[in-house]
């Protein structure tokens, strides 16, 4: 909810930055001022320009291009559960606090229940996706992260940690208390279930060295940023060390992270096609031996899983579903606009047998079951723009078909597919 960022007026020396708006366009200038209602920046243009902050994703600081202060020392990592991820020189913890050292933003004391997780040794490549998953689960106790002794990844122990000290970590499984040596914890993460309290705002301030602070109300003046984190401290940074302020918490919601209202399937192959096989059995539900053609979020259903990718340029947020498939959501007329990218993914689009068209799959898109978007998307053509207005609306449909005759490669990918929640009554 954009009025719980409470910005106070900025004015401002003039710090050169780029706009990005919701409806995909991107302002560059000075920028003049910035307050709770616009942003003002001198451009090229004889007269200021004016942006309502409700049409706000991000303003990005164009910094001429200089190494982080913190990239050298700040090795260690405290992670919130609202997002943040704060680099640290040092960190210890008691039952009631995380306390650490920043080089940019001091001395650290951050309420135990708002944290995630804390990473209590420098990153390593070889580790990072198996630290993700563990951050990424549903665990009811903490997790003491170590890595192995050959080097060949992490493992874990459950139980409670009690307390994070200069040499040991605490922590106590099946009622016995066994002092960890620190050098040997990779990592703690922390239980869910604790972490429900102080979690507030929707202004995230990104740092040149890579770290996000979460915020609840941010003032730019004389070229500080002050701002007050969501767990309740205030801050001033010089604004060098601040690569951008993103808006777009409560803003916008992708596809990808909503859970659909209904899935349904009709078969993996056109109609004139169909025949008897492996996956009739399941072809309408895509549970068992058809999961591979059930829709997936975020990345490509097959081979590892990888990102979804569009004419070379990978993508972070977005849905692939194969036809034919009719995917709900329950939208309750909260949105404005629904905005994505289509195009048939690179991990098939070029895989077409010589002498016969290319792939063709068909979009079609209804607001309340009136169609609003209706186009064959073909291999390997350009990606395909999508702004579609749905002020009002309760229910997007989005149905996926064959396009031709064929099956072949009919992987569809909606990328940034993301709606616009409608604020104009807060």
């Not at 007050?228 to 777009?248: C, L, Q, R, T, Y």
């Not at 702004?387 to 909606?414: E, R």
Request: charged share 25%.
């Amino acid at each position: 909810m954009i009025t719980a960022v409470k910005i106070l007026a900025l004015t401002l020396t003039l710090i050169d930055a780029r706009v990005s708006l919701l409806d995909g366009k991107s302002i560059e200038g000075s920028i003049v001022k910035l307050d709770a209602d616009q942003v003002v920046l001198k451009t090229t243009a004889e007269q200021p320009v004016s942006v309502p902050i409700r049409n706000v994703i991000d303003v990005t600081f164009l910094h001429a291009a200089a190494p982080s202060p913190e990239s050298a020392t700040d090795l260690l990592e405290i992670g919130l559960a609202d997002g943040s991820k704060v680099s640290a020189a040092e960190i210890a913890a008691s039952s009631a606090a995380i306390t650490a050292k920043s080089t940019v933003l001091g001395e650290l004391k951050i309420p135990r229940q708002v944290v995630r997780s804390v990473r209590l040794q420098p990153t390593k490549d070889a580790l990072a996706a198996e630290w993700a998953a563990y951050l990424q689960r549903d665990n009811a106790r903490d997790l003491l992260i170590v890595a192995k002794r050959d080097g060949s990844g992490l493992d874990f122990l459950s139980g409670i940690v009690s307390s994070i000290g200069e040499k040991e970590v605490p922590f106590i499984r099946d009622g016995d208390e066994i002092p960890a040596p620190r050098e040997r914890i990779y990592g703690v993460v922390f239980a869910k279930a604790d972490q429900t309290a102080g979690q507030s705002g929707e202004l995230a301030l990104r740092f040149v060295g890579g770290h996000s602070v979460t915020a609840t109300a941010a003032t730019l003046e004389s070229g500080v940023v002050t701002f007050d984190a969501s767990w309740g401290h205030k801050f001033s940074v010089a604004v060098e060390h601040i690569a951008s302020m993103d808006f777009s918490g409560g803003r916008i919601h992708y596809l990808s992270d909503l859970e659909p209202l209904s899935e349904r399937y009709y078969g993996l192959e056109p109609v004139r096609q169909q025949t008897e096989n492996l996956f009739s059995a399941d072809a309408a539900t895509r549970t068992g031996l058809s999961g591979l053609w059930r829709m997936s979020r975020d990345c490509f259903p097959n081979n590892g899983k990888p990102k979804l990718t569009l004419r070379g340029q990978e993508y972070a947020k977005g849905l692939c579903i194969f036809p034919k498939a009719q995917v709900e959501y329950a939208l309750d007329g909260r949105y404005t606009h629904f905005n994505a990218i289509v195009g048939v993914d690179d991990e098939v689009a070029f895989n077409q047998q010589k002498g016969r068209p290319p792939t063709t799959v068909e979009l079609r898109i209804e607001a309340d079951g009136e169609e609003v978007f209706r186009q064959l998307i073909v291999a390997p053509d350009e990606p395909t723009p999508i702004d579609l207005k749905l002020t009002g609306v309760n229910t997007l449909s989005l149905i996926v078909d064959f396009g031709d005759d064929s099956s072949t490669c009919d992987y569809l990918d909606l990328v940034n597919a993301r709606l616009i929640v409608d604020t104009s009554g807060k």
